[in-house]
């Protein structure tokens, strides 16, 4: 059974980063793609970027040039870098194997003004 566990949120200022984590259970990880996704309130669920087996990337055009999605499959971990944070990043993130379509129970990330 696959299981996603985030960490690394947080409050911080604008200006500010963050790096999260997603660790996963399982040997499925290393063939799969694996996607960051947020929710704010009041908002839908929303992809911010994902990325294949193989280390291709695809990012949200609102969080292009700031964040940075990578994998390490020897831990089974997928990292979010987010630099320049802004407020309007503030959301709960959740980690999603994509083959599988499991997700993790989210992170809480806020940014303050």
């Known amino acids: 059974q696959v299981q996603l566990v985030e960490s690394g949120g947080g409050l911080v200022q604008a200006g500010g980063s963050l790096r999260l984590s997603c660790a996963a259970s399982g040997t499925i990880f290393g063939i799969s793609a694996m996607g960051w996704y947020r929710q704010a309130p009041g908002k839908q669920r929303e992809l911010v970027a994902d990325i294949t087996r193989g280390g291709a990337t695809r990012y949200a055009d609102s969080v292009k040039g700031r964040f940075t999605i990578s994998r390490d499959n020897n831990k089974n971990t997928v990292f979010l870098q987010m630099n320049s944070l802004k407020p309007e990043d503030t959301g709960v993130y959740y980690c999603?194997?994509?083959?599988?379509?499991?997700w993790g129970p989210g992170t809480q990330v806020t940014v303050s003004s």
């Open positions: 999603k194997n994509i083959v599988t379509s499991t």
